[in-house]
């Protein structure tokens, strides 16, 4: 029975759909309305809080597989909630969340799979315990210069890394695969819709004000006269990032959706990300596309693909050289000459001058010893003001080569994997999938070299979902069943059998 119908069997029809039920729900409300009248706003928020709270709680604990679908559109739709103006907790919340999570999964005992599989026993596990047992050790770092970024950082990477295990121990059947890959694709969708909203009708009162309070962020979003846009997403990297991963998926669903409605959809979404990614004006996710559509043409690769990437390939040459005098474009452009970009070659500067120090330093300066965290707990430290700008530098900087390698290790695992199983799979809808999950993880990988692509919502989660998907794809993939030999086959067969047997009779009569 879905969830939806069991609540409203025993709840509704069995407790409240009768006068004593009613009048309670009268009672209730009276009070509810004599409360806030009398003790004000607040505390009928906190109420309304408590009766979405605890029931929510109870359902992440109870049915995990909803609270995954919880915590995705918690993921998509934190940093809108938090430019509401909700002097809220929101990051903690996020945390709580994920724990809960995995209390669930814990609780809910050990998913029934086939004899000789489990979540622990694969390579992409392994690498992820090795990534979150190194993690955990760094509080002993004698580098570090504080323990108290260790805590604050660790308690999202910690919980982050664990969630890959819950989605595989509860990713079980095809439709709830499919259930999320679509609830995906919409969240990012209501993402691409409110870029163009601020593209072409303006940032809210709340959103432009926010902005102007800190000239950081006014100088780092307002480039050449025109606003880069950021949608319900922390800043305009993570809206990038996650529109081109949007639209990679779509593509990769396109062979094995059917029906012209979903195509339609598909090609609708994708269209509508890679429109919205150029507002964002992230010059790393423009170089994301021609990375992610390479892979998906290697693997695909077939006489048609080829002509396809002939084409693609000359319409992006043409695309990236044509003279224009719109910024957009103009700036979509620079991405592909990276030495007339003078970001690009301060990070190139910062990278070189912070290489010495990686290099003497094996398991780095500490988790949390660059950017907010070092800043707060250790100002004074070499690493506190240094910019990482780039995902591969802040675990070099912080966890070492040493970090940096295991790191690059559970990148290539994953893509292995993803790789070893597209090409194992049978199912065409889960071969899409994969395909799809590890041009996902690709292009992560790579956005990670000029941007910090693992760090932001909702981007750390999709990540592990990802490695999930690969690893489960797999397992649901149904086993191809031997065709029956035909009936003339079949009744030779059963002669040779039946003479066989007559033989064997015979022989042991005369002994």
Not at 259 to 265: A, I, N, S, V
Not at 321 to 327: A, D, E, H, K, M
Request: with cysteine; hydrophobic share 55%; net charge positive.
């Amino acid at each position: 029975m879905p969830l939806s119908a069991f609540l409203k069997k025993r709840i509704w029809d069995e407790k409240l759909r009768n006068p004593l039920g009613a009048g309670m729900l009268l009672l209730f409300a009276l009070g509810f309305a004599w409360l806030v009248s009398t003790y004000g706003l607040v505390l009928g928020l906190l109420l309304i809080a408590a009766l979405v709270g605890i029931p929510t709680v109870y359902g992440i604990v109870a049915y995990p597989k909803l609270g995954i679908v919880i915590l995705l559109v918690a993921a998509f739709s934190l940093f809108f909630i938090l430019r509401l103006g909700l002097d809220f907790p929101v990051g903690t919340l996020m945390d709580g969340m994920e724990w809960l999570l995995i209390l669930g999964t814990v609780l809910a005992g050990r998913k029934k799979i086939q004899p000789g599989q489990s979540v622990f026993k694969n390579p992409v596990a392994v690498m992820i315990l090795i990534w979150v047992v190194y993690t955990v050790l760094q509080v002993v770092n004698p580098w570090a210069e504080s323990q108290m970024a260790w805590l604050y950082t660790v308690r999202n990477v910690g919980a982050v890394t664990l969630m890959y295990f819950v989605f595989v121990s509860q990713i079980d059947s095809v439709p709830y695969l499919r259930g999320l890959i679509w609830l995906w694709l919409g969240l990012a969708l209501v993402g691409a819709l409110y870029g163009f909203k601020q593209e072409f009708i303006g940032f809210s009162p709340d959103e432009f004000q926010q902005m102007l309070s800190d000239p950081k962020t006014v100088e780092l979003l307002f480039i050449d006269g025109h606003w880069r846009k950021y949608s319900i997403f922390s800043d305009p990297v993570a809206f990038a990032y996650n529109m081109v991963m949007a639209a990679l998926i779509c593509v990769c669903l396109l062979q094995v959706k059917k029906g012209f409605f979903k195509k339609l959809l598909l090609l609708v979404i994708a269209g509508a990300c890679i429109a919205s990614m150029l507002f964002a004006g992230t010059r790393g996710a423009y170089v994301l596309i021609p990375a992610g559509f390479g892979m998906f043409f290697l693997l695909r690769f077939s006489r048609t693909i080829v002509v396809l990437a002939g084409v693609a390939a000359i319409g992006f040459g043409v695309l990236i050289t044509i003279p224009t005098s719109n910024p957009t474009l103009y700036r979509f452009q620079t991405a592909f000459r990276p030495a007339d970009d003078p970001s690009f070659n301060l990070r190139t500067y910062n990278q070189k001058l912070i290489q010495p120090y990686i290099q003497q330093n094996p398991i780095g300066g500490g988790l949390g010893a660059t950017g907010v965290w070092g800043q707060r707990f250790a100002p004074d430290s070499y690493l506190a003001n240094f910019p990482p700008d780039s995902g591969y530098v802040r675990v070099a900087v912080e966890m070492g080569w040493l970090g940096l390698l295991l790191f690059c290790c559970l990148i290539f695992i994953i893509l292995k994997t993803g790789i070893d199983h597209f090409f194992m799979l049978r199912n065409a809808e889960l071969k899409a999938y994969c395909l799809a999950m590890t041009i996902v993880v690709f292009v992560l990988g790579i956005g990670s070299y000029p941007q910090e692509a693992f760090v932001q919502f909702p981007s750390n989660i999709l990540f592990y979902l990802a490695a999930a998907i690969i690893q489960v794809s797999l397992q649901l993939d149904a086993p191809v069943e031997e065709p029956e030999p035909p009936v003339d086959e079949r009744s030779r067969l059963n002669r040779a059998n039946a003479g066989a047997a007559i033989a064997r009779n015979s022989s042991s009569t005369v002994l």
